[in-house]
């Protein structure tokens, strides 16, 4: 990787020897693993459940991110690609799926292990949806489900609380690319198909009714992942969190409009579903 590009930052640094916007070299850094992982949606809670990889660094950096220690933190532990390898068989033999969350911009030594050793278990690709999709088609055929996280609309929105000022033109495109993956079931189970999540944020209802007029308008026969557990941290620039008014606001939006999907319950705000990493 002499110059790297493999997201919508274009960085253009070596990162075998300097980090980019991301805040990681090229080598896999994980500063998580937790087997069982319960908190994702119903589609993918089976009796073995999700092995969830919590991958450091990230490249968008949300202000107000829950996980700041791994994001911005510089927390974790190198896998070499054999070590990332040895991981997959070790943990697929407890899990129904494999959550790779934050994983875009390792997307290159990621694609170099898939393609010496494919889990046997489905993969589940959880990114901001701020990703290259030139990438995501290297990685498409390794890949099962795509669990999106549609921020913004509002661009300006983007600007400020993730140093970004083209999330809406970029997310629009991954989210046409992944929708391209049918929706596949096992039971009530997911194993093939795209989830498109979105998090209400607090004082910003206009722009989650923005995203989900974007969604029914574009790709209202997909699954899509209200979400209300917004938690400030100590270094959020968001100060409270949701009010029940906000929620009902865009919750029943989005009854309103969508016939599948997942709701999430309006107390699932706390700090008591955010991994610790220490």
């Not at 080598?27 to 087997?35: F, S």
């Not at 029914?216 to 100060?239: D, E, G, V, Y």
């Amino acid at each position: 990787m002499k110059i790297c590009n493999i997201c919508p930052r274009h960085c253009r640094v070596d990162r075998k020897n300097e980090s980019g916007f991301c805040g990681e070299k090229e080598e896999i850094r994980i500063a998580k693993v937790i087997d069982n992982f319960m908190w994702e949606e119903p589609c993918f809670t089976t009796k073995k459940g999700v092995v969830a990889i919590f991958f450091s660094g990230c490249n968008l950096k949300c202000s107000y991110c829950q996980n700041h220690e791994i994001s911005s933190g510089g927390v974790g532990e190198i896998y070499s690609t054999e070590n990332f390898i040895s991981l997959l068989k070790e943990k697929e033999k407890t899990a129904d799926y494999f959550d790779f969350i934050t994983p875009s911009h390792f997307t290159s030594a990621i694609l170099k292990a898939l393609e010496k050793y494919t889990p046997k278990v489905p993969i589940i690709w959880n990114s901001s949806a701020y990703e290259s999709v030139e990438e995501l088609k290297k990685l498409d055929k390794y890949i099962s489900v795509y669990l999106l996280d549609f921020k913004y609309a509002d661009n300006n929105l983007g600007a400020r609380l993730s140093h970004v000022k083209n999330y809406f033109e970029i997310a629009q495109k991954v989210v046409e690319f992944c929708a391209k993956k049918a929706d596949v079931f096992k039971g009530e189970y997911m194993q093939s198909g795209l989830i498109i999540r979105h998090l209400v944020l607090p004082g910003e209802v206009k722009n989650s009714l923005a995203v989900l007029d974007f969604l029914k308008k574009n790709h209202s026969n997909r699954h899509l992942s209200l979400m209300s557990q917004f938690t400030p941290t100590l270094k959020s620039p968001i100060k409270r969190k949701l009010t029940a008014l906000e929620y009902k606001i865009v919750a029943k939006h989005f009854l309103d409009n969508f016939e599948k999907g997942y709701l999430q319950d309006f107390d699932s705000a706390s700090d008591a579903f955010i991994p610790k990493f220490n």
